[in-house]
């Protein structure tokens, strides 16, 4: 869950502050020019507090980053959850993938999650390891509908974690095509195809 304390800054004049607000308004800078061009004035005008208040409640740059990026993952993660609450395993699913390619038409800037596994994944051990737990958390819902698929009869038998990560893989690399626009009428058939498999599995 985000963040809701309310914080206060300046001697003479304090300035009231929420800060989930301010880490939404940060991370939608990040998420737009990616976390190496973006700068401490982006950050200042984009959340309209200066540099001291930006330091003395989130930290650094890159600290105020994972902060944006935690809060990003949390409130995908509750979408995920919600989105994969229907009573029937194959509704889910396909819930799933229909909610990708509304979100990429939603966000032209990609998912920040890929962006920053792609731009800070290799050497940021702070970052990765938020997106690691994020998703293992991922493969974890994904593998609980499809044992349930399993034992109501929707899906056919076969390895739930090898399925799981194949689900997630193919996820992740919708999300990266979007990204450079290139999904086509092959990528919409995707989720129907792999439900397909999975019930003559």
Not at 44 to 73: P, Q
Request: net charge neutral; aromatic share 6%.
């Amino acid at each position: 869950m985000g963040e809701t304390e309310t914080k206060c800054r300046g001697a003479g004049r304090p300035r009231c502050f929420e800060t989930d607000k301010v880490l939404e308004q940060a991370g939608a800078v990040f998420w737009s020019k990616g976390y190496a061009s973006t700068s401490l004035t982006d950050l200042t005008k984009a959340t309209g507090l200066n540099k001291g208040s930006i330091y003395s409640t989130f930290g650094d740059k890159h600290s105020l980053f994972l902060k944006c990026l935690k809060r990003y993952l949390d409130k995908r993660l509750e979408v995920l959850q919600e989105t994969l609450s229907d009573d029937d395993p194959k509704a889910c699913l396909l819930n799933v993938f229909t909610a990708l390619e509304q979100n990429q038409c939603e966000h032209p800037s990609g998912c920040l999650a890929l962006n920053t596994l792609t731009e800070l994944g290799p050497h940021d051990a702070k970052a990765r390891c938020l997106l690691d737990s994020h998703l293992a958390e991922v493969e974890k819902l994904i593998r609980g509908v499809l044992e349930r698929g399993q034992r109501s009869g929707a899906f056919g038998d076969f390895p739930v974690e090898l399925a799981s990560r194949t689900i997630c893989s193919v996820i992740l690399a919708m999300k990266a095509r979007a990204r450079s626009h290139q999904l086509d009428g092959l990528d919409h058939r995707l989720g129907p195809f792999l439900l397909d498999l999975l019930a003559k599995a």
